[in-house]
């Protein structure tokens, strides 16, 4: 069964994560640190891209959406750690949550349609 990018899964996948990304987190919740501030940038960034390789997958071969879609797992890791370093409160709780619900997703797509996990 081949890979469809552009499901409806995916396209939910795809918009939630767009909308971490693209929501500016407000600078009461940015932890105060001139690392955290970098960092948020850099995750900010490496997100986009993600994103734009997600989507660029879409007319790839199997085995190339597989791929994508693990190391599209790996970047939502390090957001979710960047995040639960960075933020705080409500934003924090948000965020977090978004990137690791995004990764079981992908995860539970990974096994569906992957040949491994």
Do not use: W
């Amino acid at each position: 069964m081949p890979l469809v990018v552009c499901s409806r899964r995916t396209k939910a996948l795809l918009i939630g994560i767009g909308l971490v990304v693209l929501a500016p987190l407000p600078a009461a919740a940015q932890a105060r640190t001139a690392a955290c501030q970098r960092d948020l940038l850099v995750i900010d960034s490496t997100l986009r891209e993600a994103m734009q390789r997600l989507e660029a997958a879409g007319d790839a071969s199997d085995a190339d959406k597989c791929a994508a879609y693990r190391s599209h797992i790996e970047t939502m890791r390090k957001a979710s750690a960047v995040f639960a370093r960075c933020t705080t409160g409500r934003e924090r709780e948000e965020n977090v949550g978004q990137m690791n619900a995004s990764v079981a997703d992908f995860q539970a797509l990974i096994r569906a349609r992957c040949d491994k996990p």
